[in-house]
């Protein structure tokens, strides 16, 4: 009996396995919520000192908790940023470039998983090319080709390069769609053929209606990418147009050119209420479209074999 | 009557039809440029009023490089990079296996501890992290309290300290970068048979063997992947000096656009040989584990 009960106390602590028991369970959940207060440490911090006013600022005692909500900072980042007219330029030079980027590159990844055309190894290898160069080593070409177009400094240089299907990081977007219109039962097509529909038809009424997943996930991640791009904009659009993250990038002056007071009146305060300004936008999208961008690269099949 | 297409004939012009945009913006916005990109880097371009002025110099650029401050503070901020990389890579990697494999295990909220580590992705971009960086909110705080960066400061030389204390004093952020791993991860994990630990315990393997006897070898063709994925994203992060050197070189008075090129290809090379380094040694080891099993 006592022996009995000793193995069922031993079973409930420690389990069969390491991860059924109570003390396994429980190191598991402490090490996720340590782990994951330290993860979230500077955002934390972040929201707790933006709504410092100057006195909480300096006084040594207030570190985590102000002493009140203080919102002046936000009203001064507003201001600074310009807020909506810039959030509207960095929304247009955000959603235009992700959808037109999700468009091509699915019609792309189309293309490779369902026909069998000829090179098609080659144009897998050039896509995984395209992924390893880094974009520096060909944007003076195309800043110079951009300058001779005239769209220098316009949303057009950003929006041009992802049309095509050569915007932020396409080749993974075109992977997801092949590996994703790959895993669609070919039946389904084949017996769409036999009805008499065109390949174009095919991929309008059974290929994307199919694909909604890969289609949200991928623009979603194209959205993401592109909204917190700054080296390739402020080349291209940032002598002067700025979205939201290049200002930022150059708050201090723009903080003395708004205010008029020097560039020593910013504090780290008003810093980070535009940094969090700044957040804002993708943040509630992730809340709101969490679970998309989590399972979404489960979901596109990207990880299989 | 026509004659119908060959099914082949009809599969390469309909393939092409869809591939069309891409293939005219390949050639159009990257393989041209990437060709001029390297005539540039072995010529002198000066951009006036009307036009552009490019005269062919050879390895003028490329000497340069090798020979002027400027050229030097490039080739270190480079070899920074390696040496950081050296020690982001592993850390990113471990992180988020550990993460992934927590993750994994028969808990709750299970999805919002995803959502949680997720979330730097959605928020990390340069100007953010360097804010971050900058306001000291990117480390623990205890790592400046204990002394380790001035521990660091003295124990290594100069060019060996600068990279490692950047790492200490990043340390957080530096984990921000692992979220898109710890999915994969994850996805890799859940591939892996439950009926494979089962039979393990009942061979009398523990949780440590099981971790390290299945767990482990399952990841590592995954492994390459992320690492891959760690590296380009670090080397394309718009912070990254090496980069941000390309970019000032451009409309600098004494170099210009041709000594960019030239700093562009000479960093796209180390890139590829960091990445050649990598994939050999991850090759081999998912090789090995092909054979014995």
Do not use: E, F, R, S
């Given at each position: 009996m006592n022996q009995h009960f000793k193995q069922k106390i031993k079973h409930k602590l420690m389990g069969k396995n390491f991860n059924e028991g109570w003390i396994g369970r429980t190191a598991i959940y402490l090490l996720l919520i340590i782990i994951g207060f330290v993860y979230l440490y500077p955002i934390i911090k972040m929201f707790a000192y933006s709504i410092k006013d100057l006195e909480d600022l300096v006084?040594?005692?207030?570190?985590?908790?102000?002493t009140k909500i203080y919102l002046e900072n936000y009203r001064t980042s507003f201001i600074v940023l310009n807020y909506w007219k810039t959030l509207l330029f960095s929304l247009a030079v955000t959603l235009i470039p992700a959808t037109l980027q999700t468009i091509t590159t699915s019609l792309a990844g189309y293309a490779l998983a369902k026909f069998k055309m000829t090179g098609k190894f080659i144009i897998f290898v050039i896509i995984f090319i395209t992924y390893l160069v880094p974009v520096q080593v060909y944007m003076i070409p195309r800043y110079v080709l951009f300058n001779q177009l005239g769209i220098l400094d316009s949303a057009w240089a950003i929006i041009f390069p992802a049309t095509f299907?050569?915007?932020?990081s396409s080749a993974i977007f075109i992977l997801i769609f092949y590996q994703f219109f790959r895993m669609q039962p070919k039946s389904l097509d084949e017996s769409a053929e036999i009805d008499g529909a065109s390949p174009y038809q095919i991929f309008f009424r059974i290929g994307v209606p199919l694909a909604g997943p890969a289609y949200l996930t991928a623009f979603l991640f194209s959205f993401v990418w592109y909204w917190n791009e700054t080296y390739i904009s402020s080349l291209f659009i940032g002598s002067d147009l700025y979205t939201l993250q290049l200002k930022l990038l150059n708050f201090q002056s723009q903080f003395s050119m708004t205010s008029?007071?020097?560039?020593?009146?910013?504090n780290e305060a008003i810093k980070y209420s535009a940094t969090i300004l700044i957040i804002l936008p993708v943040l509630i999208v992730y809340i709101i479209m969490q679970k998309w961008f989590v399972e979404g690269i489960d979901r596109t099949g990207i990880t299989g074999e | 009557m026509k004659k119908p297409l060959k099914r082949k004939t009809r599969n390469n012009l309909v393939g092409w039809s869809f591939l069309g945009i891409w293939a005219i913006g390949f050639l159009v916005f990257t393989m041209i440029p990437l060709f001029t990109s390297l005539y540039y880097s072995m010529s002198h371009v000066v951009l006036s009023g009307d036009g552009i002025q490019v005269d062919f110099v050879w390895f003028e650029n490329y000497k340069q490089v090798f020979s002027t401050a400027e050229g030097f503070n490039f080739l270190r901020s480079v070899s920074d990079f390696a040496i950081e990389l050296l020690f982001k890579v592993p850390i990113i990697t471990v992180f988020s296996i550990i993460i992934a494999v927590m993750l994994n295990?028969?808990?709750?909220?299970k999805g919002f501890f995803r959502a949680i580590y997720f979330l730097p992705v959605i928020i990390a971009s340069g100007p953010v992290i360097s804010q971050l960086i900058y306001q000291g909110a990117a480390t623990i705080p205890l790592v400046e309290e204990m002394g380790i960066i001035d521990f660091i400061n003295q124990t290594f030389t100069e060019s060996l300290a600068r990279p490692i204390a950047n790492i200490f004093s990043e340390l957080i952020v530096i984990l921000w970068f692992s979220g898109v791993q710890i999915l994969l991860f994850i996805a890799a994990l859940q591939k892996v048979d439950r009926y494979t630990y089962e039979a393990a315990m009942i061979d009398g393997a523990g949780p440590w063997e099981s971790f390290w006897k299945i767990t482990v070898p399952s990841l590592k063709s995954m492994t390459l992947i992320s690492i891959v994925f760690t590296i380009i994203n670090l080397a394309t992060f718009s912070e990254n000096a090496a980069i941000q050197h390309i970019k000032n070189n451009m409309f600098a008075l004494e170099t210009g656009f041709g000594f960019s090129s030239a700093i562009a290809w000479l960093y796209f090379i180390a890139l590829a040989l960091i990445l050649g380094i990598f994939y050999l040694l991850f090759r081999g080891a998912t090789r090995e584990r092909r054979r014995y099993s």
């Open positions: 006084n040594p005692t207030v570190q985590w908790i102000p299907g050569q915007g932020l008029g007071l020097t560039q020593q009146a910013v | 295990q028969n808990i709750k909220g």
